[in-house]
């Protein structure tokens, strides 16, 4: 089936005590190829981060921080936390040049159950709940032309939201190179209607309209709860400053292009998310945002008349972009959590012809499938980011810890220890600062699930129950013949 075509290489010890960087354990069978240069790169952080949460944030985060100025510093905020939390991934994926995003960080620090916590959790809350928000968010968008003046029904959003997992699937286990070109092709999409909007407001703004910025900071509201909340919001809307991390076997150079891509895309996200916020402010009231339905929409409305067409057009390119570059980035940690046994086996294996985790995304994109049933895009928001920035914050602690006990490992950037020591302080507040300022059941649940990971890790990997991998044989056999797809074994000597 071609495998004279695929790319072998002997097997290494990824825990070498001889000062080099811990590298990937490919398998000799076959293994994905580096296929991301640096503008793909770049196009993956930007085009996921930019999604559909600049279009939905604004709301959250104005109504949570009550003014137009705490509001601005929230979303300047939120990006010098992204920026310094993808500083320390920077650090971790140079250090560690594995695929799966904090998966080998967090197995490389603390053994395999938090490891396995984690894909446990982001295989099944975190990942697919993202994926659906955004794939929800761009059917809104989508559909809201063809019914003006009133709310599409929620049935044709989730249809439409549920026929772009699909085809963004499809794509994905089609080709890297079709799912790169794709992003690629988005991202430059998203940065016309990114560019319109920012352009229109800088005009408005020479034009003399800054009466809404006028007492910026009256009615602000300034409590544990609400600022908590408006940066969970406003964090959202940065979510993929990882991405990079979960491709990292597939990337050129990572040496050179992870950090480069993290310091080029990510400042140019913040300036061009508080540029937005701007924009909006200088044609709508405080009031008048918290009551639009799609903010970018009735800013295109009262802007462009009549083409406002073009943003909803455009924000729906968006939004479906930053879906792909989750579907993307997302599948692979299913493909490593596979490889390592802490999944179905099947799910670690990988195209003959087409060098994709296939069974890894598909898998994937059944999940995300799921959570378009309940639609509510408010609520999953906030369970979602409190169940990542569990996660988010013990892998930068594990940056700190391996400091310590990995100091013969070559670290080709090496940040300053206070960097990690910030971010991690500041998880652990975005963590406990909803909990103790508005306790929810919810919250506890979330807690719970996490921790019921615990049951599945003893039976199934520390006591190696073999009835699951039984059952999925004939489904693994039938995979083989459907999409010619091998094991990818990793290498042990």
Not at 41 to 54: A, E, H, L, Q, W
Not at 180 to 194: E, F, H, P, R
Request: proline content about 6%.
């Amino acid at each position: 089936m071609g495998e004279e075509s695929l790319r072998k290489r002997k097997g290494q010890d990824s825990r070498k005590e001889d000062g080099q960087s811990i590298q990937s354990q490919e398998p000799q069978t076959m293994n994905l190829q580096k296929q991301v240069g640096l503008i793909s790169g770049i196009c993956m952080i930007v085009g996921t981060i930019i999604g559909s949460g600049i279009f939905v944030s604004p709301k959250s985060v104005l109504a949570n921080a009550g003014a137009v100025g705490p509001c601005l510093i929230i979303w300047a905020a939120c990006g010098v936390l992204a920026t310094l939390g993808a500083l320390c991934f920077a650090e971790l994926g140079t250090m560690i040049t594995k695929s799966g995003g904090e998966y080998p960080y967090l197995m490389e620090a603390f053994g395999p159950i938090p490891a396995f916590l984690f894909s446990w959790t982001s295989l099944l809350v975190t990942k697919p709940s993202s994926f659906a928000i955004i794939c929800l968010s761009f059917a809104e968008y989508a559909s809201a032309p063809f019914y003006p003046g009133c709310d599409p029904p929620p049935v044709v959003i989730k249809c439409l939201a549920a026929a772009a997992i699909v085809v963004i699937t499809i794509v994905n286990s089609l080709s890297v190179k079709l799912g790169s070109y794709l992003q690629n092709l988005l991202t430059a999409a998203k940065m016309i209607i990114v560019t319109i909007i920012i352009v229109s407001g800088i005009v408005l703004l020479a034009q003399g309209k800054t009466e809404n910025f006028k007492d910026s900071f009256k009615d602000s509201k300034i409590s544990v709860s609400s600022i908590g909340l408006a940066f969970y919001n406003g964090l959202w809307a940065y979510d993929g400053w990882n991405q990079l991390n979960y491709i990292t076997e597939e990337l050129k150079n990572p040496y050179r292009n992870l950090p480069l891509s993290i310091i080029i895309g990510i400042p140019l996200v913040t300036i061009c998310y508080v540029l937005i916020n701007i924009a909006y402010f200088t044609v709508m009231t405080s009031t008048e945002l918290l009551q639009s339905q799609a903010v970018a929409v009735t800013f295109g409305d009262r802007i462009l008349y009549p083409a406002s067409w073009i943003v909803p057009l455009f924000v729906a390119f968006s939004t479906i972009g930053s879906a792909n570059g989750t579907c993307f980035t997302a599948g692979r940690l299913v493909y490593v959590a596979g490889r390592e046994g802490h999944m179905l086996k099947v799910l670690s294996y990988i195209s003959v012809k087409r060098l994709t985790p296939a069974p890894a995304i598909i898998f994937y994109g059944a999940i995300a499938i799921i959570y378009i049933i309940p639609g509510d895009i408010d609520t999953l928001i906030n369970y979602f980011s409190f169940a990542v920035w569990i996660f988010y914050g013990l892998t930068v602690f594990a940056l700190i810890v391996m400091r310590f006990t990995r100091k013969e490992v070559n670290r080709p950037i090496r940040i300053p220890i206070v960097i990690p020591v910030i971010v991690t302080l500041i998880s652990i507040l975005l963590v406990l600062l909803p909990i103790i300022s508005a306790p929810e059941l919810a919250y506890l649940y979330c807690v719970l699930f996490i921790l019921s990971g615990l049951i599945f890790y003893v039976l199934f990997v520390h006591f190696k129950f073999s009835w699951p991998q039984k059952i999925s044989k004939p489904i693994t056999m039938h995979l083989q013949m459907l999409l010619e797809v091998v094991p990818a074994e990793e290498t042990t000597e």
